[in-house]
């Protein structure tokens, strides 16, 4: 089991950079693949990224590509997103999540129904 916890949401103008983190707890996080999904109002849960175990493998979301980065530090058990550029369609609530097996098909990454931990969320809001 882990345990998940966001941070580094805020406040920021439209074009400006966020830096996402979420800390797990567990000496296992290194066996699970993480993503990073978001919320808003109007919105279901969408997926924006996700790396394997390794780091080797990255997803993104179209919208996401060549903005977001996703990363990780498993001697430090975190994961990170790096958003750039970022616009007012990107105000969610994000979340981190683990999904077990460290691996997942190429074409279920962006399926929240993979990841059975979730953070609590941080909020995101962008300005225009």
């Known amino acids: 089991q882990v345990q998940l916890l966001e941070s580094g949401g805020g406040l920021v103008q439209a074009g400006g950079s966020l830096r996402l983190s979420c800390a797990a707890s567990g000496r296992a996080f290194k066996l699970y693949a993480m993503g990073w999904f978001r919320q808003s109002s109007a919105k279901e849960r969408e997926f924006v990224a996700a790396?394997?175990?390794?780091?080797?493998?990255?997803y993104y979301t179209d919208s996401a590509k060549g903005r977001f980065t996703i990363s990780r530090d498993n001697a430090e058990n975190m994961l990170y997103l790096q958003m750039n550029s970022l616009k007012p369609e990107d105000t969610a609530v994000y979340y981190c999540?683990?999904?077990?097996?460290?691996?997942?098909?190429?074409?279920?990454?962006?399926?929240?129904?993979?990841?059975?931990?979730w953070g609590q969320g941080t909020q995101v809001t962008v300005s225009s």
């Open positions: 790396t394997s175990w390794s780091g080797s493998r990255t």
């Open positions: 999540a683990a999904a077990p097996g460290g691996t997942l098909p190429g074409s279920t990454y962006n399926n929240p129904g993979n990841y059975d931990y």
